[in-house]
């Protein structure tokens, strides 16, 4: 049964999206999650996570032959691999979408993730990509982190292995062209580069995926209209938000990393103590579900000022967990934010939420 809103609810719905001033955004990487976020009323992606497109069998060994390859030539076999299978990924987004604006982020894995694990994968990896094993094992412990979600991800990655940021704006650009061409809908692309710290990065990364776009407009004789833009999701890049303002179109609130990195608590394992922190009233929500706002919250408003002070017309939104959670939304209906993303199952409560928030205001 596809999910759909009916009756009284989806009038309500409708009455609600008369009263709210903020757009109600998706988290979505998937054609499937696309149409279900839009029958739940999602007026765009606000977030698609293209690391999820990496994880099945076939595509993991191509990630890792390029990560691992000894050289350039090796790591292109790899992405050559991979371009066919994310222009399609794109093609398919885009179609579903039928126009609305995409935000698409560039790769962001924890690098450990992308590693071969145990000797089997070695030795498979060893015989898809001709590389020994003593060669693969090499490059994995030169690439060990002992704390990856403080490590070798999101733009770092970009900056060390650029060859994958440029296969994937090469295959946002050519779908993004070809379902113009097809379906008249053309896409309005958001490139959005992960883990900014600082304005250099955002620089050079917006550079390359420029110079992509150039290449293919020229090879298919067509342009599209795109945007650049970052997460704000490390406490530095809020605090230098001004600066960093000045290369980006859009910023978008990674609360989920904010909260990790400003409260300096694991995403991953705060359940093992948030629980009493939150019965004893020291949080009172689970601050990865309710953002902080007297502490996380300020970072978030600071980045927007800043941004906004730098360039006026700059687009603003949020895509954390937080973005589908009524009282964060409130809260960034006061920060003056243009959109929330939330995951597909959550768009209906956010459009109440932000409804509710403008009433509110
Ligand atoms: C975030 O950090 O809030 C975010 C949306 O990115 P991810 O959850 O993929 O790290
Ligand atoms: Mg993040």
Request: hydrophobic share 45%.
């Amino acid at each position: 049964i596809e999910p759909e809103l009916v009756g009284d609810f989806a009038t309500l719905m409708v009455w609600a999206d008369g009263q709210r001033r903020m757009k109600v955004r998706t988290n979505a990487e998937t054609p499937a999650d696309c149409k279900i976020a839009r029958q739940f009323g999602a007026e765009g992606i606000g977030l698609c996570r293209t690391e999820h497109m990496f994880f099945d069998a076939s595509r993991i060994s191509s990630v890792r032959q390029m990560i691992l390859a000894e050289d350039k030539q090796g790591r292109e076999m790899a992405l050559a691999k991979l371009l066919p299978e994310q222009r399609s990924d794109f093609k398919a987004i885009f179609t579903e979408m039928a126009g609305l604006p995409v935000t698409i982020r560039l790769l962001d894995p924890p690098l450990h993730e992308f590693l071969p694990h145990g000797d089997t994968e070695f030795e498979e990896l060893a015989e898809i990509t001709g590389y020994g094993v003593d060669h693969l094992k090499r490059r994995a412990d030169e690439l060990h982190e002992f704390n990856p979600m403080l490590g070798h991800r999101g733009c770092r990655l970009g900056i060390t292995f650029p060859e994958i940021y440029e296969m994937q704006a090469q295959a946002i650009f050519e779908a993004a062209i070809e379902v113009a061409v097809e379906s008249g809908d053309a896409p309005v692309p958001e490139i959005m580069i992960p883990l900014v710290a600082t304005k250099r990065e955002l620089e050079i990364l917006k550079a390359l995926v420029d110079k992509i776009a150039g290449e293919v407009f020229a090879a298919k004789g067509s342009t599209i209209e795109y945007l650049v833009g970052t997460m704000i999701e490390l406490p530095r890049a809020a605090l230098m938000a001004g600066e960093i303002a000045e290369e980006a179109a859009f910023f978008s609130f990674g609360t989920n990393d904010l909260t990790q990195t400003t409260l300096g608590v694991s995403r991953d394992d705060a359940a093992r103590f948030l629980n009493p922190y939150v019965e004893k009233g020291i949080y009172p929500r689970d601050p990865f579900v309710s953002l902080d706002i007297e502490g996380v919250g300020q970072l978030v408003e600071l980045g927007a000022d800043r941004g906004r002070a730098t360039r006026p017309d700059i687009k603003l939104g949020i895509c954390g967990e937080h973005g589908g959670d009524p009282a964060s939304i409130a809260f960034c209906e006061k920060v003056g934010l243009d959109y929330v993303s939330a995951s597909p199952y959550r768009v209906p409560i956010a459009r109440l939420a932000a409804a509710q928030a403008a009433l509110n205001r």
